[in-house]
């Protein structure tokens, strides 16, 4: 319970100095800097999981294909060993 309000008062704090910084304009400058490459890691960090979620898809896709493929051939060789069965009887 102590952590935890520790925690609290951290964040508090951390609001009422950011607060005071984004008064003065040197520290408002300063926040929007910051402000901006959050943004931008935070672009650049979607960005790359949409660029991964694309090629898990595609991955997915060859494998479901692939597979398809597979069960088509065993398949069409199971109707051919008893087409060849029944061809001998």
Known sequence: MKNVLWFVLGIA???????????????HELLAEVDARISEFTDRIGEAYRDQEAQIAELAEKAKDTASDVVDAAREALTDAADAVTDKD
């Open 13 to 27: 704090g951390g609001f009422v100095v950011a607060h005071f910084v984004n008064k003065d304009p040197r520290g």
